[in-house]
């Protein structure tokens, strides 16, 4: 390899690597970083030497009378050398005061987020206060001593989200915590709804106070899917319990208890559309009560049953498919009232529902939570509920 094609790749190479570069004359073959240390610094006297050795201008022997035998010439050499010494440490220590100065900046930008941290620190002082102190309270019981039993329901036509909310001045954004006790489970209150304002507004007229005297921490969320329900609960809180709700769908006994167990729950016994006997054998739809971890690992609702019927069957199946048992209330505690409505437009009967169902052993792993695409549109928080609006169409 020729001398001048090993030029052109180390000075190749030292363009890449260093985007400064200062040349000596010497063949442009000192390259210098100025963020070198002193360490790099070092190497580069020694190769400066090196080329200095290829030129034959070597050190003569030392002894005790070198000063006799140096030249001038010579002495120019060594005095080029420990100019370029010199260079190079004060190169490194103003390397070092620069750096210093650039990090004053950086000082001062941290101590403003210190200072920044310590007002915020002021401010949330109250809602650290109210954690220590709900955090020694005591555990609530497992049966509420505010129970009332059986409720009669009624429903005024002309009721406002106003009224509710005046009703339930406790909620905020959806949620409550008990003042007295320390709730036993975090609930999160699931209601698929599209074009049921009304039904929504009976449900949480009763409801709210209903979970209430159950003293329950619970948040409500309105979504079009539950499994989008659950996802988008999951990113708020670690939620304990879900409860899949209808929204026409209100209880009547607040001795039904919104809570999960350590098997998946039908609250819905009866209603007053069936004489308030189970619609069929094995139905497990309307309200269902499942852990955070027992729909997880049933990998939620599936994905596939669009319009009206069978997703509940679907998540029986599931369940069963794990070999967990679907437990219920009592029939006189278990009983809801149904709010008589028309079949929504564009939720017509699914016929491929019953294909879906035979499918479900062996594609409940890949169709449910880990398959739910849907693009987020918007998160309303409203002081009864959070409104989660999504789009299944165009993907997220």
């Given at each position: 390899?020729?001398?001048?094609?090993?030029?052109?790749?180390?000075?190749?190479?030292?363009?890449?690597?260093?985007?400064?570069?200062?040349?000596?004359?010497?063949?442009?073959?000192?390259?210098?970083?100025?963020?070198?240390?002193?360490?790099?610094?070092?190497?580069?006297?020694?190769?400066?030497?090196?080329?200095?050795?290829?030129?034959?201008?070597?050190?003569?022997?030392?002894?005790?009378?070198?000063?006799?035998?140096?030249?001038?010439?010579?002495?120019?050499?060594?005095?080029?050398?420990?100019?370029?010494?010199?260079?190079?440490?004060?190169?490194a220590t103003s390397n070092y005061f620069v750096g210093a100065i650039q990090e004053i900046?950086?000082?001062?930008?941290?101590?403003?987020?210190?200072?920044?941290?310590?007002?915020?620190?002021?401010?949330?002082?109250?809602?650290?206060?109210?954690?220590?102190?709900?955090?020694?309270?005591?555990?609530?019981?497992?049966?509420?001593?505010?129970?009332?039993?059986?409720?009669?329901?009624?429903?005024?036509?002309?009721?406002?989200?106003?009224?509710?909310?005046?009703?339930?001045?406790?909620?905020?954004?959806?949620?409550?915590?008990?003042?007295?006790?320390?709730?036993?489970?975090?609930?999160?209150?699931?209601?698929?709804?599209?074009?049921?304002?009304?039904?929504?507004?009976?449900?949480?007229?009763?409801?709210?106070?209903?979970?209430?005297?159950?003293?329950?921490?619970?948040?409500?969320?309105?979504?079009?899917?539950?499994?989008?329900?659950?996802?988008?609960?999951?990113?708020?809180?670690?939620?304990?319990?879900?409860?899949?709700?209808?929204?026409?769908?209100?209880?009547?006994?607040?001795?039904?208890?919104?809570?999960?167990?350590?098997?998946?729950?039908?609250?819905?016994?009866?209603?007053?559309?069936?004489?308030?006997?189970?619609?069929?054998?094995?139905?497990?739809?309307?309200?269902?009560?499942?852990?955070?971890?027992?729909?997880?690992?049933?990998?939620?609702?599936?994905?596939?049953?669009?319009?009206?019927?069978?997703?509940?069957?679907?998540?029986?199946?599931?369940?069963?498919?794990?070999?967990?048992?679907?437990?219920?209330?009592?029939?006189?505690?278990?009983?809801?009232?149904?709010?008589?409505?028309?079949?929504?437009?564009?939720?017509?009967?699914?016929?491929?529902?019953?294909?879906?169902?035979?499918?479900?052993?062996?594609?409940?792993?890949?169709?449910?939570?880990?398959?739910?695409?849907?693009?987020?549109?918007?998160?309303?928080?409203?002081?009864?509920?959070?409104?989660?609006?999504?789009?299944?169409?165009?993907?997220?």
């Amino acid at each position: 390899m020729g001398e001048e094609q090993r030029k052109g790749e180390k000075a190749t190479f030292c363009r890449e690597a260093s985007p400064h570069r200062v040349e000596t004359g010497c063949e442009g073959l000192l390259e210098w970083n100025y963020q070198a240390e002193a360490g790099i610094a070092l190497s580069v006297v020694i190769r400066f030497a090196i080329r200095l050795e290829k030129l034959n201008l070597k050190l003569p022997a030392c002894n005790m009378s070198f000063n006799v035998t140096f030249h001038l010439s010579y002495k120019f050499r060594l005095l080029l050398l420990f100019t370029l010494c010199l260079t190079v440490v004060g190169w490194a220590t103003s390397n070092y005061f620069v750096g210093a100065i650039q990090e004053i900046p950086k000082a001062k930008d941290l101590m403003a987020s210190l200072n920044k941290g310590l007002v915020l620190g002021e401010k949330g002082t109250v809602t650290e206060e109210a954690s220590v102190k709900k955090a020694n309270l005591n555990n609530c019981s497992s049966v509420s001593p505010h129970l009332k039993g059986q409720n009669k329901l009624v429903f005024k036509p002309d009721l406002t989200l106003e009224e509710v909310q005046a009703e339930n001045p406790e909620v905020h954004r959806g949620r409550y915590h008990p003042e007295e006790c320390r709730a036993l489970q975090r609930v999160a209150i699931l209601i698929p709804h599209r074009h049921r304002e009304k039904h929504l507004l009976y449900l949480l007229e009763h409801l709210h106070p209903f979970l209430q005297r159950q003293q329950l921490d619970k948040k409500f969320n309105r979504a079009k899917l539950l499994n989008v329900g659950y996802l988008e609960a999951l990113k708020d809180e670690i939620w304990d319990c879900f409860i899949f709700h209808d929204v026409d769908l209100v209880p009547e006994n607040d001795l039904n208890l919104y809570k999960c167990e350590d098997q998946p729950r039908h609250l819905v016994v009866g209603r007053n559309s069936t004489g308030y006997r189970l619609r069929y054998s094995g139905y497990f739809g309307g309200v269902t009560a499942l852990s955070r971890e027992q729909f997880f690992k049933v990998n939620g609702f599936s994905n596939n049953y669009w319009g009206w019927g069978g997703e509940d069957d679907d998540l029986r199946l599931r369940v069963e498919l794990h070999r967990m048992k679907i437990t219920r209330p009592l029939p006189e505690v278990g009983k809801y009232t149904m709010i008589f409505h028309k079949r929504d437009q564009g939720n017509e009967v699914n016929v491929e529902r019953m294909k879906l169902l035979h499918q479900v052993s062996r594609v409940w792993r890949t169709d449910g939570l880990s398959s739910c695409d849907y693009k987020l549109l918007s998160v309303d928080y409203n002081p009864l509920y959070v409104n989660i609006t999504v789009d299944f169409w165009s993907g997220p």
